[in-house]
């Protein structure tokens, strides 16, 4: 079997509500399910060993209990063919609420103890959240067409903006106002800071541009906060072996060096529009709204429920008629960021 049917894809997902048109829910497009639903050499796979997608797709998709699956009031993507975002569904913020008493659904793992500090909680959340897989940061929906505030998503002045920052995941509390941008990693490292303005490291492009969204007086969301959350191996943090723990351990200090990049390009590469008047601010806050969630806190948080959650999982995938080689790839990528399948 090369490939597998949407349905299978689900029942991998652990999706219990079954809607053909789950992934819209959730803001992703048709041809990135498609991929996953491809053989496991495609490196877009569900079973390949180095797309990380898959394992955060799975983890916070249960964390969140799909609960999106067709109870939004209005689909976040709603064209299958088109790979933009519904522009509708950002203009009217009631559409981020789902009010789950009257739904009857059970309740997101957000606020679960192993999760909520980490994410910037201060209490529990008064609305369930809206959870966006791979948002792109200059996206004209998430700016409600304000082309002011998608023109400032960078210290420097971006040709291509829709490339320059994508979120692997983001969790929008609007009665708290506060966004939560997610940057996994399961084995691959980030880029650093490089001399050349355009090779700006991800989390650098990533705080930059949360910051932004939430204080440039352009935006629409100039009266919200944030958290930057990377999601990573505790075994890598504990040994020091990647770049991007290098940089939220030192954060002040990479972002001395990325102010001195700045000074020190040509005068059309900076956005004049953010540069130098919104940085200082930057920097003093950036310092404090990161933070790093180990992917075994999240498989906890999972069994704060069901203590037998994967044993169950597990169980079920015998029924896929999957081969034993794609449920030990499975478990072995589980295994690879501490959480025991």
Partial sequence: MDSIENRCLMDLLNITQKHDDWYLWYGITRRRK??????PSHPGSFFHARNEFPLT??????IDRWKQVDNLPEKPRKNDDNSSLSRSFFKRERNYFIDTEENNLETSLWASPYISKKIGLKKEPSKEPLLLFELEGASLAL???????????????????????RYDAVLMFPSEKLFVFFEAKH??????????????????????????????????????D??????????LD????????????DLGEHLVRYND??????????????????????????????????WNELGEALKIEDENFLESYFKRLEKLNLSIKRVKNIQRKLREVGIKP
């Fill in 34 to 39: 498609d991929s996953l639903a491809r053989c």
């Fill in 57 to 62: 797709l799975f983890m916070l998709g249960n």
């Fill in 143 to 165: 700016h409600r067409e304000n082309r002011e505030s998608r023109n400032s998503i960078s210290f420097l002045d971006v040709s291509d903006k829709r490339r320059w920052v």
């Fill in 187 to 224: 084995r691959a490292d980030t880029d650093m800071t490089r001399k050349d303005p355009a090779k700006v490291g991800q989390i650098v492009k990533g705080l930059e541009s949360a910051y932004l969204l939430t204080e440039h007086e352009d935006s629409v969301y100039c009266d919200w």
């Fill in 226 to 235: 944030f958290q930057y959350v990377v999601i990573f191996p505790k075994i």
């Fill in 238 to 249: 504990e040994y020091g072996l990647t770049s991007y723990r290098n940089v939220v351990d």
């Fill in 261 to 294: 990049l700045l000074n020190k390009v040509s005068k059309e590469d900076i956005n004049e529009k953010t540069y130098p008047d919104y940085f200082g601010n930057f920097v003093k806050k950036a310092t404090k709204r990161v933070s790093k969630l180990y």
